[in-house]
């Protein structure tokens, strides 16, 4: 018997153990999902959503329980916790009304008419990071139960501890055995055999770009169905018109959140040059007043990095970089890094060019809005982005020049529940979240009925 040892990122102590599925156990997992899908599909459409709104209030009564442990087990801040626990409840509501709402089409045609059906694939499989481990979970999960089909879950093996819980709370309110199934266990056994394994439908990814391109090369050999969320290099474009005070006091919560493991971090920030030494003057006083603390302190605004591995990848990207200022970090045992801005040399630094995924922003400055936008787009992600101005036509054409799925004008929000979310270039193949998430999950099918003409 295989076992991981959970290990609290902001002490380095452990938390416990965690059993991680075989190969065998995998299989049988999915064919116990399969067995599940005929009678899920088969539910009533308003049953099956008031289990998935029983589900969400389910979840809504153990918000404080699942915040704890996501602090303990990732080192989100308490903040962030809370927030998450409480995606999953509302992504749960939102996606309850799909079932009731999963219309078709009518298309009249020479000889009669054809309607079309929105059919859920069977069981997909979930690949679940471990940089947002509650949210990332639903934004997959809520969609494609409510479109009927049957879901198996691989959570990070760093931090599997809150998905573990939520399919216990999905039990506790009613969906039947199998329908959703959290399969812990190490990538390259549980989420290599959901590409593998032929009842498994889809494949929704989200991870680094490597694993991506590999799952999608996998789900070829079947051409099953993949989404993938991969990484970013988003740009925060700050124009010399803009709110400069309130640029610079959101710009640290745009890359520093979560301690800079977002894969929507703006890990850029571009300046125009006549704004660029007063915006690094508020930029400082912005970093040097965030809270890194332990995340058991309810306000601390920044936790540690999730492991002494990804301490080490993100310390990399610092030798011999011009870092320009830094934020504080606690000391002790736990994997920290304070926010630190560096000053690029060059647009070829991979501090500038690759998804660092720690608590660190460089910043160069460019001339005009032509080369924003240029700056903006030299790079192989598309994910994120942000663009600060005063003026609302400049806005509307940086935003639609920038190569990116999800942009803010005049603020740093990149996620919400109810537009799609999903990258540009190799940043991701799909969408999830938005109105439209459930159909990701279906296969249109048209039936054509004569008329008897
Ligand atoms: P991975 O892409 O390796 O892991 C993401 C998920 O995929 C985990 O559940 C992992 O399992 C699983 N996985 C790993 N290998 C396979 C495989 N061959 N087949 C199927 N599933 C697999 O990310 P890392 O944890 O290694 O992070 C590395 C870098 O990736 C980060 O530094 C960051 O740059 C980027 N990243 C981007 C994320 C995003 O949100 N876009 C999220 C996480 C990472 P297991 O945990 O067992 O390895």
Known sequence: MTSYTVINPATAEPVTEVHLASLE???????????????????????????????????DAHIEELAEIEVRNAGHTWGNATWEAGNVRDCLNYYSATPERLFGRQIPVPGGIDVTFHEP??????????????????????????AGNTVVLKPAELTPLTAIRIGELALEAGLPEGVLT?????????????VTHPLVRKVAFTGSTAVGKRIMAGCAEQVKRCTLELGGKSANVIFADADLAKAAASAPYAVFDNAGQDCCARSRILVERPAYDEFLGLLETAVKNMAVLDPQDRSSEMGPLISAQQREVVQGYLEGVDVAFTGSAPDG??????PTVVLAESTDQPVWREEVFGPVVAVLPFDDEAEAVAMANDTEYGLSGSIFTGDVGRALRVARGIEAGNLSVNSNSAVRYWTPFGGFKQSGLGRELG???????????NVFIADGS
């Open 182 to 194: 959290v399969i812990p266990g190490k990538g390259s056994v549980v989420g290599e055999r959901f």
């Open 435 to 445: 109105p439209d998430a459930p159909n990701a999950f279906t296969e249109e099918k």
């Open 25 to 59: 156990e995998t299989d049988a997992l999915v064919e116990r999902a399969h067995a599940a899908f005929p009678a899920w599909r088969a539910m009533a459409p308003g049953e099956r959503a008031a289990l998935l709104r029983r589900f969400a209030s389910v979840v």
């Open 333 to 338: 045992n736990g994997f920290w890094v304070p």
């Open 121 to 146: 694939l069977g069981v997909v499989g979930i690949i679940v990071p471990w940089n947002f481990p509650m949210p990332i979970m639903a934004w997959g999960m809520a969609p494609a139960l409510a």
